[in-house]
């Protein structure tokens, strides 16, 4: 494998995907990010559901797809839109980097399994209940089916920074002085943005192919998190 300068950031406008933007800035590494929205010029205007990329692939050696949606209820509701944009346009792109024989990272989900315990290994079997975790485990397959010697999957757990919405939506309550509500019987292993960036950079300047789960050391339930977060914060 060439050594690895230009990174393309697929969909660099989101949560995880605008924080490695800005974040691989300041490396050394050459960075270059994809937005369907077209308001800031340095960027790449591309979407998904394009059905032929506006832009030469060939020009980079990393593709990291952050693009696609990620809440859970519009792919309930919307099975056959969110079906199209996170498996078949995905697989469409998935499909080009093989073509020009691209380094390929996936974010994927703890979402392909059910839940019932609290830390699973990369062995151990999915078992999705929710169509975003099938849509991320469809991808999934056909990755390590297609492209496994040059490729890493990460599977994420609950992503959290001050972008994310449950965030938001405590401070928006906070300063507000509204309750706070928090589930004490749904659980998350929070995991920052930080620390995916690190992870990141090692499996680049490694170059490891695989599946890899990136998650907090602890669970917490959601209420648990939120005391632990508002006394961190003072």
């Known amino acids: 494998m060439k050594n ?25 590494f050459e960075i270059y990010g994809t ?22 692939l060939c020009e980079f050696d990393v593709c990291i797809i952050c693009a696609g949606i990620n809440n859970i209820d519009i792919c309930e509701k919307n099975s056959d839109f969110a079906y199209d944009v996170n498996v078949l346009s995905t697989i469409r792109l998935v499909e080009e980097c093989k073509k020009n024989n ?8 703890v979402s392909i399994f059910d839940g019932k315990i609290s830390f699973y290994g990369v062995e151990d079997n999915p078992s999705p209940f929710t169509k975003y975790g099938l849509y991320k485990l469809e991808v999934e397959k056909f990755i390590q089916q297609e492209y496994p010697h040059m490729s890493a999957i990460l599977r994420l757990t609950k992503v959290i920074s001050e972008n994310t919405p449950i965030i938001k939506k ?16 749904k659980y998350i292993s929070p995991i920052s943005l930080g620390e995916i960036f690190i992870s990141l950079n090692i499996i680049i300047k490694t170059k490891f ?11 917490l339930s959601f209420y648990e998190f939120a005391l632990k977060y508002f006394r961190e914060k003072n």
């Open 4 to 28: 690895i300068r230009k990174i393309l950031i697929v969909g660099s406008d989101g949560e995880i995907g605008s924080y490695l933007y800005k974040k691989f800035k300041e490396s050394s």
């Open 35 to 56: 937005s369907r929205r077209n308001q800031n010029k340095s960027k790449i205007k591309f979407d998904l559901l394009d059905k032929e990329l506006t832009f030469d």
């Open 102 to 109: 691209i380094f390929l990272i996936y974010f994927s989900s």
């Open 170 to 185: 405590w401070l928006l309550n906070y300063k507000s002085k509204r309750s706070i509500i928090a589930y004490q019987d």
């Open 209 to 219: 192919c695989g599946i890899y789960h990136l998650g907090g050391s602890q669970e």
